[in-house]
T-cell receptor, first 116, second 116 residues
Framework: ETGVTQSPTHLIKTRGQQVTLRCSSQ?????VSWYQQALGQGPQFIFQ???????GRGNFPPRFSGLQFPNYSSELNVNALELDDSALYLC???????????????FGPGTRLLVL | GDSVTQMEGPVTLSEEAFLTINCTYT??????LFWYVQYPGEGLQLLLK?????DKGSNKGFEATYRKETTSFHLEKGSVQVSDSAVYFC???????????????FGKGTKLSVKP
């Protein structure tokens, strides 16, 4: 158990809809990263949030957006869903400390999204 | 850009057999290297890590040594158990300016099945 929780665990949407996924970071962690894991593939980095601001982004279109809240929890929003968005979405929390950089990332159990 | 290449699976072994899963990487900076494990239906768990050349990470009988000269981080275990059946991911996290770690870049994963 990493202490990172995600909700919901499963979700079914139709093409064109919007979805919001949620992540609560491990106690003491101030950084949240989101990853997309397609079936049979390794996770791919979507973006990272630190101090409520986006702090790095992978090769994903703007319809993937996020938020981080003062308690360091985070949301991933995906607009205009496409069939290829079907995947396991993983959240990882870590601690970024001044002068020490970012520590190891710890993953939640993921949200499995199916787009029909 | 940075990348990770893992041996393709699936790998099927008998209980108590020796395990090696090969991993090589390409990076322009000085990455930290990780092995994560994913059990069926679950998120990723950190198995072990190494942050600089010649470091050896170890956990639960698994080991991997950071070899800068061969850009490799092969995972080994002397005697596998049925409970080790899972998908194993090799990953790197590149050093950003100031020494902080960037996002994780994963290999495609290697599925291990251990038969009794």
């Amino acid at each position: 158990e990493t202490g990172v929780t995600q909700s919901p665990t499963h979700l079914i949407k139709t093409r064109g809809q919007q979805v919001t996924l949620r992540c609560s970071s491990q106690s003491g962690h101030n950084t949240v990263s989101w990853y997309q894991q397609a079936l049979g593939q390794g996770p791919q980095f979507i973006f990272q949030y630190y101090r409520e601001e986006e702090n790095g982004r992978g090769n994903f279109p703007p319809r993937f957006s996020g938020l981080q809240f003062p308690n360091y929890s985070s949301e991933l929003n995906v607009n205009a869903l496409e069939l290829d968005d079907s995947a396991l979405y993983l959240c990882a929390s870590s601690s970024r400390l001044a002068g020490r950089g970012q520590e190891t990332q710890y993953f939640g159990p993921g949200t499995r999204l199916l787009v029909l | 850009g940075d990348s990770v290449t893992q041996m393709e699976g699936p790998v099927t072994l008998s209980e108590e057999a020796f395990l090696t899963i090969n991993c090589t990487y390409t990076a322009t900076g000085y990455p930290s290297l990780f092995w994560y494990v994913q059990y069926p239906g679950e998120g990723l768990q950190l198995l072990l890590k190494a942050t600089k050349a010649d470091d050896k990470g170890s956990n639960k009988g698994f080991e991997a040594t950071y070899r800068k000269e061969t850009t490799s981080f092969h995972l080994e275990k002397g005697s596998v158990q049925v409970s080790d059946s899972a998908v194993y991911f090799c990953a790197l996290s590149d050093q950003m300016d100031g020494g902080s770690q960037g996002n994780l870049i994963f290999g495609k994963g290697t599925k291990l099945s251990v038969k009794p």
